[in-house]
Protein backbone atom coordinates (compact mmCIF):
# COMPACT_ATOMS: atom_id res chain seq x y z
CA UNK A 1 0.00 0.00 0.00
CA UNK A 2 1.02 3.10 -0.86
CA UNK A 3 2.21 5.65 2.32
CA UNK A 4 1.07 9.48 1.79
CA UNK A 5 3.34 12.24 2.27
CA UNK A 6 3.08 13.58 5.39
CA UNK A 7 3.82 17.24 6.88
CA UNK A 8 2.36 19.25 9.68
CA UNK A 9 3.26 22.78 10.16
CA UNK A 10 0.71 23.54 12.92
CA UNK A 11 0.62 27.36 13.79
CA UNK A 12 1.74 27.28 17.48
CA UNK A 13 5.36 27.60 18.85
CA UNK A 14 6.57 27.41 22.07
CA UNK A 15 6.16 30.69 24.45
CA UNK A 16 9.18 29.24 26.59
CA UNK A 17 12.03 27.74 26.03
CA UNK A 18 13.31 24.33 28.56
CA UNK A 19 16.02 24.35 30.57
CA UNK A 20 17.18 20.39 31.00
CA UNK A 21 19.22 21.42 33.62
CA UNK A 22 16.39 21.45 35.99
CA UNK A 23 15.66 17.75 35.30
CA UNK A 24 19.24 16.09 35.37
CA UNK A 25 20.35 14.29 37.94
CA UNK A 26 24.07 15.20 38.03
CA UNK A 27 24.06 18.74 36.37
CA UNK A 28 27.29 19.79 34.81
CA UNK A 29 29.97 21.31 36.73
CA UNK A 30 30.76 25.15 36.92
CA UNK A 31 33.11 26.53 34.19
CA UNK A 32 36.31 28.02 35.81
CA UNK A 33 37.91 31.27 35.35
CA UNK A 34 40.78 30.58 32.93
CA UNK A 35 43.79 32.35 35.49
CA UNK A 36 42.40 31.81 38.41
CA UNK A 37 40.63 28.38 38.42
CA UNK A 38 37.78 29.24 40.53
CA UNK A 39 34.17 29.21 39.45
CA UNK A 40 33.63 32.18 37.29
CA UNK A 41 31.55 35.05 38.68
CA UNK A 42 28.84 36.56 36.72
CA UNK A 43 30.79 40.13 37.01
CA UNK A 44 33.71 37.78 35.28
CA UNK A 45 31.76 37.18 32.16
CA UNK A 46 29.66 40.53 32.00
CA UNK A 47 32.85 41.76 30.08
CA UNK A 48 32.11 39.10 27.60
CA UNK A 49 28.32 38.47 27.30
CA UNK A 50 24.77 40.85 28.00
CA UNK A 51 23.35 40.34 31.68
CA UNK A 52 20.23 38.71 30.51
CA UNK A 53 22.31 35.92 29.17
CA UNK A 54 24.46 35.36 32.29
CA UNK A 55 21.13 34.94 34.09
CA UNK A 56 20.15 31.92 31.76
CA UNK A 57 23.16 30.28 31.19
CA UNK A 58 23.37 30.01 34.66
CA UNK A 59 19.84 29.41 35.67
CA UNK A 60 18.32 26.13 37.00
CA UNK A 61 14.46 26.95 36.34
CA UNK A 62 13.12 24.78 34.06
CA UNK A 63 10.72 26.96 31.51
CA UNK A 64 12.17 30.32 30.56
CA UNK A 65 9.47 33.15 28.96
CA UNK A 66 10.70 33.82 25.62
CA UNK A 67 10.06 37.59 24.92
CA UNK A 68 7.44 39.07 23.17
CA UNK A 69 10.13 40.81 20.46
CA UNK A 70 11.92 37.71 20.11
CA UNK A 71 8.80 35.53 19.19
CA UNK A 72 7.63 38.26 17.14
CA UNK A 73 10.84 37.53 14.54
CA UNK A 74 10.45 33.25 14.75
CA UNK A 75 6.78 33.97 14.06
CA UNK A 76 8.82 34.83 10.37
CA UNK A 77 9.77 30.88 9.43
CA UNK A 78 8.19 29.31 13.07
CA UNK A 79 6.93 26.70 13.42
CA UNK A 80 8.51 24.80 11.29
CA UNK A 81 7.16 21.88 8.90
CA UNK A 82 7.52 18.13 10.52
CA UNK A 83 7.53 15.39 7.29
CA UNK A 84 7.73 12.21 7.26
CA UNK A 85 10.13 10.98 4.61
CA UNK A 86 7.92 8.35 2.96
CA UNK A 87 10.65 8.84 -0.47
CA UNK A 88 13.12 7.61 1.77
CA UNK A 89 11.79 5.28 3.79
CA UNK A 90 10.84 3.86 -0.08
CA UNK A 91 14.20 3.95 -1.05
CA UNK A 92 15.67 2.09 1.88
CA UNK A 93 13.13 -0.47 1.84
CA UNK A 94 12.62 -0.22 5.02
CA UNK A 95 9.85 -1.16 7.69
CA UNK A 96 10.88 2.06 9.55
CA UNK A 97 9.59 5.23 9.74
CA UNK A 98 11.25 8.32 9.38
CA UNK A 99 10.48 11.67 10.08
CA UNK A 100 12.60 14.72 9.98
CA UNK A 101 12.14 18.32 11.52
CA UNK A 102 12.87 20.86 8.43
CA UNK A 103 14.66 23.76 10.34
CA UNK A 104 16.27 24.68 6.74
CA UNK A 105 13.15 27.22 5.98
CA UNK A 106 14.16 30.05 8.33
CA UNK A 107 15.48 32.95 6.57
CA UNK A 108 19.41 31.96 6.82
CA UNK A 109 19.17 28.93 5.68
CA UNK A 110 19.53 26.61 9.17
CA UNK A 111 18.74 26.39 13.15
CA UNK A 112 21.34 29.15 13.58
CA UNK A 113 18.36 32.00 13.85
CA UNK A 114 16.65 30.55 17.06
CA UNK A 115 19.52 31.11 19.05
CA UNK A 116 20.64 34.58 16.93
CA UNK A 117 17.49 36.60 17.77
CA UNK A 118 17.36 36.22 21.15
CA UNK A 119 21.54 36.93 21.19
CA UNK A 120 21.02 40.04 19.64
CA UNK A 121 17.66 41.80 21.73
CA UNK A 122 19.46 40.91 25.13
CA UNK A 123 22.16 42.81 23.58
CA UNK A 124 20.02 45.71 22.24
CA UNK A 125 18.32 45.80 25.28
CA UNK A 126 21.42 46.39 27.18
CA UNK A 127 22.70 48.84 24.57
CA UNK A 128 25.47 47.15 23.29
CA UNK A 129 26.60 48.45 19.58
CA UNK A 130 28.85 45.74 18.03
CA UNK A 131 29.18 41.87 18.36
CA UNK A 132 31.87 39.81 17.32
CA UNK A 133 31.28 36.17 17.07
CA UNK A 134 33.11 33.57 15.02
CA UNK A 135 31.61 30.89 12.63
CA UNK A 136 32.93 27.49 10.99
CA UNK A 137 30.51 26.93 7.58
CA UNK A 138 28.78 30.31 8.11
CA UNK A 139 25.28 28.96 8.92
CA UNK A 140 26.10 30.90 12.58
CA UNK A 141 27.99 33.99 10.93
CA UNK A 142 24.39 34.68 8.50
CA UNK A 143 22.24 33.80 11.42
CA UNK A 144 23.53 37.07 13.55
CA UNK A 145 23.83 39.30 10.52
CA UNK A 146 20.34 38.90 9.83
CA UNK A 147 19.51 39.34 13.57
CA UNK A 148 21.59 41.63 14.23
CA UNK A 149 20.08 43.85 11.28
CA UNK A 150 17.01 43.23 13.03
CA UNK A 151 18.31 45.48 16.03
CA UNK A 152 20.46 47.83 14.45
CA UNK A 153 23.52 46.02 16.53
CA UNK A 154 26.77 45.62 13.37
CA UNK A 155 28.41 42.46 13.46
CA UNK A 156 32.17 41.60 13.32
CA UNK A 157 32.79 38.07 11.97
CA UNK A 158 35.76 35.88 12.02
CA UNK A 159 35.03 33.01 9.64
CA UNK A 160 37.58 29.82 9.89
CA UNK A 161 39.48 30.39 6.67
CA UNK A 162 38.94 26.68 4.59
CA UNK A 163 34.93 27.72 4.84
CA UNK A 164 35.86 31.17 4.40
CA UNK A 165 37.26 29.96 0.78
CA UNK A 166 35.18 27.00 0.08
CA UNK A 167 31.96 29.10 1.25
CA UNK A 168 31.81 32.08 -0.41
CA UNK A 169 28.12 32.66 -0.56
CA UNK A 170 27.68 32.46 3.00
CA UNK A 171 29.78 35.10 3.53
CA UNK A 172 27.91 37.28 1.11
CA UNK A 173 24.45 36.36 2.90
CA UNK A 174 26.96 38.11 6.11
CA UNK A 175 28.04 41.16 4.76
CA UNK A 176 24.05 41.43 2.57
CA UNK A 177 22.63 41.48 5.89
CA UNK A 178 25.46 44.54 6.74
CA UNK A 179 27.53 42.09 8.62
CA UNK A 180 31.89 42.38 8.26
CA UNK A 181 33.17 39.00 7.89
CA UNK A 182 36.70 38.02 7.88
CA UNK A 183 39.15 35.13 7.59
CA UNK A 184 40.34 33.23 10.35
CA UNK A 185 43.07 33.14 11.32
CA UNK A 186 42.68 37.07 10.49
CA UNK A 187 46.04 39.86 10.78
CA UNK A 188 43.44 42.44 13.03
CA UNK A 189 43.91 39.84 16.74
CA UNK A 190 46.81 38.88 18.65
CA UNK A 191 45.51 35.20 18.60
CA UNK A 192 45.50 35.36 14.58
CA UNK A 193 48.88 36.55 13.86
CA UNK A 194 50.19 34.22 16.17
CA UNK A 195 48.55 31.28 14.24
CA UNK A 196 49.89 32.75 10.88
CA UNK A 197 53.55 33.03 11.97
CA UNK A 198 53.35 29.61 13.03
CA UNK A 199 51.48 28.75 10.11
CA UNK A 200 50.85 30.76 7.39
CA UNK A 201 49.00 28.82 5.18
CA UNK A 202 47.01 27.47 8.52
CA UNK A 203 43.27 26.92 7.61
CA UNK A 204 41.90 27.52 10.83
CA UNK A 205 39.63 26.09 13.55
CA UNK A 206 36.44 27.11 15.63
CA UNK A 207 38.85 27.00 18.52
CA UNK A 208 41.34 30.00 16.94
CA UNK A 209 37.90 32.03 15.63
CA UNK A 210 36.66 31.98 19.06
CA UNK A 211 39.75 33.19 20.23
CA UNK A 212 39.66 36.04 17.67
CA UNK A 213 36.26 37.21 17.95
CA UNK A 214 36.43 37.23 21.65
CA UNK A 215 40.20 39.19 22.14
CA UNK A 216 38.40 41.94 19.72
CA UNK A 217 35.09 41.94 22.23
CA UNK A 218 37.73 42.52 24.85
CA UNK A 219 39.24 45.60 23.29
CA UNK A 220 36.20 47.34 23.50
CA UNK A 221 34.17 46.44 26.75
CA UNK A 222 32.11 50.11 26.34
CA UNK A 223 29.85 48.98 23.83
CA UNK A 224 30.60 45.48 22.29
CA UNK A 225 30.13 42.24 23.68
CA UNK A 226 30.88 38.63 22.01
CA UNK A 227 28.38 36.02 20.99
CA UNK A 228 28.38 32.36 20.40
CA UNK A 229 26.25 29.68 17.98
CA UNK A 230 26.78 26.55 19.85
CA UNK A 231 28.49 24.79 22.86
CA UNK A 232 26.97 27.06 25.71
CA UNK A 233 23.88 26.58 28.26
CA UNK A 234 22.19 29.44 27.15
CA UNK A 235 22.88 28.13 23.33
CA UNK A 236 21.15 25.34 23.45
CA UNK A 237 18.28 26.15 25.72
CA UNK A 238 17.61 28.90 22.89
CA UNK A 239 17.57 25.87 20.14
CA UNK A 240 14.76 24.01 22.09
CA UNK A 241 11.78 25.55 20.23
CA UNK A 242 12.54 23.14 18.13
CA UNK A 243 12.40 19.84 19.89
CA UNK A 244 9.24 21.36 21.58
CA UNK A 245 7.31 21.72 18.18
CA UNK A 246 8.54 18.63 17.22
CA UNK A 247 7.36 16.88 20.70
CA UNK A 248 3.35 18.31 20.07
CA UNK A 249 3.66 17.82 16.06
CA UNK A 250 4.86 13.79 16.70
CA UNK A 251 1.70 13.72 18.96
CA UNK A 252 -0.49 14.96 16.21
CA UNK A 253 0.51 12.64 13.48
CA UNK A 254 0.00 9.79 16.65
CA UNK A 255 3.95 8.89 16.45
CA UNK A 256 6.38 8.30 19.30
CA UNK A 257 10.33 8.39 18.02
CA UNK A 258 12.23 5.53 19.24
CA UNK A 259 15.30 7.16 18.32
CA UNK A 260 16.17 10.85 17.82
CA UNK A 261 19.16 12.39 15.69
CA UNK A 262 20.95 15.54 15.55
CA UNK A 263 24.26 15.93 13.89
CA UNK A 264 26.72 16.99 16.63
CA UNK A 265 29.75 20.51 16.82
CA UNK A 266 29.19 21.59 19.65
CA UNK A 267 25.66 20.98 20.40
CA UNK A 268 22.97 23.71 19.35
CA UNK A 269 20.66 21.45 17.02
CA UNK A 270 21.15 18.24 18.32
CA UNK A 271 20.52 19.80 21.90
CA UNK A 272 17.81 21.71 20.53
CA UNK A 273 15.66 18.22 18.86
CA UNK A 274 16.54 15.99 21.51
CA UNK A 275 16.15 17.89 24.76
CA UNK A 276 12.60 18.25 24.68
CA UNK A 277 12.19 14.29 24.17
CA UNK A 278 14.92 13.17 26.40
CA UNK A 279 13.13 15.27 29.02
CA UNK A 280 10.20 12.12 29.31
CA UNK A 281 13.37 10.14 29.84
CA UNK A 282 14.92 12.11 32.68
CA UNK A 283 11.21 12.35 34.15
CA UNK A 284 10.41 8.80 34.16
CA UNK A 285 8.56 8.17 31.11
CA UNK A 286 9.38 7.28 27.86
CA UNK A 287 12.86 5.86 27.53
CA UNK A 288 13.85 6.84 23.99
CA UNK A 289 17.60 6.97 22.52
CA UNK A 290 18.93 10.21 21.88
CA UNK A 291 22.17 10.09 18.94
CA UNK A 292 24.38 12.81 18.63
CA UNK A 293 26.40 12.16 15.43
CA UNK A 294 29.68 13.77 15.01
CA UNK A 295 32.44 13.51 11.93
CA UNK A 296 35.12 11.46 12.18
CA UNK A 297 37.58 13.53 11.47
CA UNK A 298 36.38 15.47 14.72
CA UNK A 299 35.50 12.85 17.18
CA UNK A 300 35.38 14.32 20.73
CA UNK A 301 32.02 12.22 21.67
CA UNK A 302 33.78 8.85 20.90
CA UNK A 303 37.17 9.55 20.98
CA UNK A 304 38.00 12.37 22.91
CA UNK A 305 38.25 12.60 26.73
CA UNK A 306 36.24 14.32 29.38
CA UNK A 307 38.55 17.02 30.85
CA UNK A 308 38.21 20.72 32.13
CA UNK A 309 39.54 22.53 28.77
CA UNK A 310 39.27 25.95 27.20
CA UNK A 311 36.97 26.84 24.54
CA UNK A 312 39.08 28.39 21.85
CA UNK A 313 42.92 28.24 21.50
CA UNK A 314 44.21 31.19 23.21
CA UNK A 315 42.84 30.12 26.03
CA UNK A 316 40.37 33.70 26.31
CA UNK A 317 37.40 31.72 27.42
CA UNK A 318 36.66 29.87 30.82
CA UNK A 319 37.13 26.33 31.21
CA UNK A 320 34.63 24.41 30.47
CA UNK A 321 33.81 20.64 31.62
CA UNK A 322 33.82 18.84 28.64
CA UNK A 323 34.28 15.79 26.30
CA UNK A 324 37.10 17.38 24.13
CA UNK A 325 39.93 16.31 21.66
CA UNK A 326 42.15 19.74 23.08
CA UNK A 327 41.65 23.16 22.50
CA UNK A 328 44.37 23.35 20.16
CA UNK A 329 43.17 20.35 17.80
CA UNK A 330 43.46 20.95 14.61
CA UNK A 331 40.64 19.08 12.45
CA UNK A 332 40.69 18.17 8.54
CA UNK A 333 38.95 20.08 6.14
CA UNK A 334 36.28 18.13 5.93
CA UNK A 335 33.05 19.98 3.83
CA UNK A 336 31.05 20.35 7.22
CA UNK A 337 32.65 22.80 8.73
CA UNK A 338 30.07 23.82 11.70
CA UNK A 339 31.10 20.44 12.96
CA UNK A 340 34.87 20.76 13.02
CA UNK A 341 35.32 21.84 16.49
CA UNK A 342 37.35 20.11 19.43
CA UNK A 343 35.03 20.50 22.35
CA UNK A 344 31.18 19.68 23.35
CA UNK A 345 28.81 21.80 25.90
CA UNK A 346 29.26 21.24 29.27
CA UNK A 347 25.27 20.01 29.40
CA UNK A 348 25.34 17.15 26.28
CA UNK A 349 28.75 16.47 27.89
CA UNK A 350 27.59 15.60 30.99
CA UNK A 351 24.76 13.45 29.63
CA UNK A 352 26.79 11.26 27.90
CA UNK A 353 28.98 10.44 30.86
CA UNK A 354 25.90 9.44 32.54
CA UNK A 355 24.66 7.93 29.46
CA UNK A 356 21.71 9.72 28.68
CA UNK A 357 23.25 10.55 25.40
CA UNK A 358 24.78 8.04 22.65
CA UNK A 359 27.20 9.00 20.14
CA UNK A 360 28.38 8.37 16.87
CA UNK A 361 31.16 9.19 14.11
CA UNK A 362 30.50 9.15 10.40
CA UNK A 363 32.99 9.44 7.90
CA UNK A 364 32.02 12.24 5.03
CA UNK A 365 32.26 10.44 2.19
CA UNK A 366 29.08 8.07 3.51
CA UNK A 367 27.29 11.63 5.14
CA UNK A 368 27.45 13.21 1.55
CA UNK A 369 26.51 9.74 0.14
CA UNK A 370 23.30 9.69 2.27
CA UNK A 371 23.09 13.48 1.51
CA UNK A 372 22.50 12.57 -2.52
CA UNK A 373 19.99 10.15 -1.64
CA UNK A 374 18.01 12.04 0.66
CA UNK A 375 17.95 14.51 -1.85
CA UNK A 376 16.78 12.31 -5.19
CA UNK A 377 14.30 10.90 -2.50
CA UNK A 378 13.02 13.99 -0.72
CA UNK A 379 14.03 17.33 -2.99
CA UNK A 380 15.79 19.17 -0.64
CA UNK A 381 19.61 19.14 -0.69
CA UNK A 382 20.76 18.84 3.23
CA UNK A 383 24.16 21.31 4.26
CA UNK A 384 26.63 18.84 5.02
CA UNK A 385 26.38 19.44 8.17
CA UNK A 386 23.16 17.72 8.47
CA UNK A 387 23.56 14.94 6.24
CA UNK A 388 25.42 13.13 9.24
CA UNK A 389 21.84 12.92 10.97
CA UNK A 390 20.91 11.50 7.68
CA UNK A 391 23.06 9.34 7.52
CA UNK A 392 22.85 7.75 11.45
CA UNK A 393 18.95 7.97 10.18
CA UNK A 394 19.68 5.76 7.09
CA UNK A 395 22.05 3.18 9.36
CA UNK A 396 18.80 3.07 11.56
CA UNK A 397 16.35 2.17 8.75
CA UNK A 398 18.95 -0.44 7.52
CA UNK A 399 18.84 -2.11 10.60
CA UNK A 400 15.10 -2.00 11.23
CA UNK A 401 15.03 -3.29 8.02
CA UNK A 402 17.31 -6.37 8.78
CA UNK A 403 15.55 -6.84 12.09
CA UNK A 404 12.57 -6.92 10.56
CA UNK A 405 10.90 -4.75 13.07
CA UNK A 406 9.43 -1.14 12.84
CA UNK A 407 11.03 1.41 14.13
CA UNK A 408 10.02 5.37 14.45
CA UNK A 409 12.89 7.28 13.72
CA UNK A 410 13.32 11.53 13.95
CA UNK A 411 16.06 13.72 12.63
CA UNK A 412 16.82 17.33 12.74
CA UNK A 413 17.92 18.47 9.28
CA UNK A 414 19.23 21.74 10.64
CA UNK A 415 19.98 23.44 7.40
CA UNK A 416 20.24 23.48 3.69
CA UNK A 417 22.96 23.09 1.38
CA UNK A 418 22.12 25.06 -1.74
CA UNK A 419 25.14 27.47 -1.10
CA UNK A 420 27.25 24.11 -0.26
CA UNK A 421 27.44 22.28 -3.81
CA UNK A 422 31.13 22.56 -3.81
CA UNK A 423 31.18 19.63 -1.42
CA UNK A 424 28.79 17.93 -3.56
CA UNK A 425 30.64 18.29 -6.83
CA UNK A 426 33.94 16.99 -4.56
CA UNK A 427 32.30 14.12 -3.60
CA UNK A 428 30.50 13.67 -7.52
CA UNK A 429 34.22 14.01 -8.78
CA UNK A 430 35.51 11.40 -6.61
CA UNK A 431 37.76 13.87 -5.09
CA UNK A 432 36.20 13.90 -1.56
CA UNK A 433 38.75 12.04 0.81
CA UNK A 434 37.98 10.82 4.09
CA UNK A 435 40.67 11.45 7.25
CA UNK A 436 40.59 10.25 10.81
CA UNK A 437 43.07 11.30 13.42
CA UNK A 438 45.22 8.04 14.86
CA UNK A 439 45.41 7.04 18.47
CA UNK A 440 48.82 9.40 18.85
CA UNK A 441 47.60 12.59 17.28
CA UNK A 442 44.41 12.45 19.91
CA UNK A 443 47.00 11.55 22.79
CA UNK A 444 49.20 14.32 21.70
CA UNK A 445 46.76 16.95 21.28
CA UNK A 446 44.97 15.87 24.76
CA UNK A 447 48.50 15.65 26.52
CA UNK A 448 48.59 19.43 25.53
CA UNK A 449 45.58 20.37 27.94
CA UNK A 450 47.58 22.29 30.90
Not at 279 to 298: F, Q
Not at 402 to 411: A, D, V
Request: charged share 20%; aromatic share 8%; hydrophobic share 40%.
Amino acid sequence: MKTKKFCLTERQMPAQWYNIVADMPNRPLPPLHPVTREPVTREQLSAVFAEELIEQEMSVERFIDIPEEVQEIYRIWRPTPLVRATGLEKALDTPAKIYFKNESVSPAGSHKPNTAVPQAYYNYKQGIRRLTTETGAGQWGSAIAFAGRHFGIDVEVYMVRVSYDQKPYRRLMMQTWGAQCFPSPSDRTASGRAALAKDPACSGSLGLAISEAVEMALQHPEDTRYCLGSVLNHVLLHQTVIGQEAVAQMEMADAEPDVVIGCFGGGSNFAGLAFPFLRKRLTGGNPVRVVAVEPASCPKLTRGAFRYDFGDVAGYTPLIPMYTLGHDFQPSDIHAGGLRYHGAGAIVSQLLKDGFVEACAIPQTETLGAGILFAKTEGIIPAPESTHAIAAAVREALQAREEGREKTILFNLSGNGVIDLYAYEQYLSGALKDYTPTDAEIRRSLDRIA
